[in-house]
């Protein structure tokens, strides 16, 4: 590769980041991305107990990492515990205790929900049997009636 052909690289390089950020900028700042609240919705957000002056506030305080002097823990320190720390309370003491459910016994008009674990779900609604499981598609969605 010679001097022309690496200036001329970089200046495409170059001309193709300014083009990609020109788009991105045009993109982000479309209308359909929002505006500023006026109306109803403006007096909802004033009335608001989380809203202060100019931005919205948690009321429940929230412990949150900082390397401040006080907490003498800062994130390396916490990421070496996680990794390396004592990891005896993470697992139950004993056996979980387990019912395996019959479904038969079930009242058929009685709405219930039973957890099967992971992610998969026994619904009975309005006389309907339903059955939720992920993992037979994409996307958890009813797979079973009765």
């Known amino acids: 590769m010679n001097r022309r052909n690496f200036i ?23 209308p ?31 412990k949150v990492m900082t390397e401040d002097e006080a907490n003498k823990e800062n994130r390396i320190v916490a990421t070496l515990k ?15 205790p387990t019912v395996n459910p019959n479904f038969h016994d079930i009242d058929p008009k009685k709405d219930c929900a039973v957890w099967l674990g992971h992610s998969t779900i026994y619904l009975q609604l309005a006389g309907k049997k339903i059955l939720i499981d992920p993992v037979f598609s994409s996307y958890a969605s009813p797979i079973f009636f009765i």
């Open 82 to 96: 996680f990794l390396f720390g004592d990891k005896s309370e993470l697992s139950p003491p004993g056996i979980l």
């Open 32 to 62: 359909e991305f929002g505006r500023l609240p006026g109306g109803d919705r403006l007096k909802k957000i004033l009335n608001s107990p989380h809203y202060f002056s100019d931005h919205f506030e948690c009321l429940t305080p929230v």
């Open 8 to 30: 001329r690289g970089g200046l495409i390089g170059a001309a193709g980041l300014a083009a990609a950020g020109g788009g991105i900028f045009y993109f982000v700042n479309r």
